[in-house]
């Protein structure tokens, strides 16, 4: 197969700063979209991929999985969009097509496993995918996304994965007018939480362990803030929440959150991955029927009426943007929690 040369930037190792790279992209297939990238948004992830924070990442890694451009060429068969158009690429390059998940639009739970963004295998030209910390991307139509024209382009950026891992359970769990919705931390995924769930109806509470927080999630639309540690505010919101979005991306303690629920109540982890520590106690769902459960990103069909409601909205992220050169300084800086809440590249510095 016919493969172009692009500029990138990536990393060579996991002890390794990002840099300047060339990569290959495939020559524009009859129903693929290429897309010259605008912004990316910096996911936690594209973190964790790039020091191999989970194992597995195969390098040269190229993060990125938060793309927003414009259409510069559409394959002959291609319907979905055309040149000029805004377009976005989430975490989701390719899926099976054909198993149970795959019909029901959950691509992202496809059971033959589906292909990331950035180091997922990539089926077309062999090795493996590379992200969106580079010039442009070509993708199946299928898994392009259009982007609302009255939003800020920069600010979209982030609905692609931390909108749409929030926007999910929400949908889900049906939240809609007078669902009592709780949020536990204020980062990249809790901000967006708020702000949707809050825009679907619901009356949105934040957890926060110190209450340095209160004054930003009231901004974002917050109804009330509850401080974690203060046993007597936790007392008070026992068996209140219908749903809980559990956004802490480290191992941490969810019994307290679980009290919290209301009977049938879910309480949905979004940002951890891994085993939960302490053991999880089972006394308060069984005599509530509560549950614990987990959800990741979305699949397109959900992520293109995600980015519609918030074109109808105008619900965008809180972003700071920054130069593709300052990406490494950016990473020391999320570890900090040193954001409001989230790093977008313009993409036009990997020109310099």
Not at 209 to 238: C, F, H, W, Y
Not at 284 to 309: H, N, W
């Amino acid at each position: 197969m016919n493969t172009s040369n692009v500029k990138a930037f990536g990393t060579t190792a996991a002890d390794a700063d990002l840099g300047h790279m060339t990569i290959a992209r495939r020559e524009v297939l009859a129903k693929d979209i290429e897309i010259e990238i605008l912004y990316c948004g910096v996911c936690h992830s594209d973190l964790h991929t790039a020091r191999n924070d989970w194992g597995g990442t195969q390098y040269p890694a190229v993060p990125g999985h938060e793309i927003v451009g414009r259409v510069s060429r559409v394959g002959s068969e291609v319907t979905k969009l055309k040149v000029g158009d805004l377009a976005g690429v989430g975490c989701l390059v390719d899926s099976c097509h054909t198993c149970e998940s795959c019909k029901q639009d959950l691509e992202q739970y496809c059971l033959n496993g589906f292909t990331g963004t950035y180091n997922g295998k990539d089926k077309h030209i062999g090795g493996h995918t590379f992200g969106g910390y580079s010039e442009k991307v070509v993708v199946d139509e299928h898994f392009a996304l259009k982007i609302p024209s009255n939003l800020d382009l920069a600010a979209v950026a982030p609905l692609l994965c931390a909108g749409i891992t929030t926007w999910s359970p929400l949908r889900h769990w049906n939240v809609g007018k007078g669902t009592k919705v709780a949020v536990v931390g204020l980062g990249g995924l809790g901000h967006m939480a708020i702000k949707l769930a809050k825009s679907l109806g619901a009356e949105v509470t934040l957890f926060s362990r110190t209450p340095d927080k209160e004054k930003d999630a009231l901004e974002l639309g917050a109804d009330a803030v509850v401080i974690s540690t203060d046993a007597n505010q936790m007392k008070s919101v026992g068996g209140k929440f219908d749903l809980i979005i559990d956004t802490v991306p480290t191992i941490h303690d969810v019994n307290p959150y679980v009290t919290t629920l209301n009977i049938n109540g879910t309480l949905v982890l979004v940002g951890y991955l891994g085993p939960l520590d302490p053991f999880l106690n089972s006394v308060p769902m069984i005599m509530g029927r509560k549950s614990v459960a987990g959800s990741v990103i979305g699949g397109i069909a959900e992520t293109q009426e995600m980015l519609d409601f918030c074109g109808k909205h105008n619900i965008v992220s809180e972003i700071e943007i920054i130069k593709m050169q300052d990406i490494n300084e950016a990473y020391e800086r999320m570890l900090k929690s040193d954001v409001r809440y989230r790093f977008v590249i313009d993409m036009n510095s990997l020109k310099a």
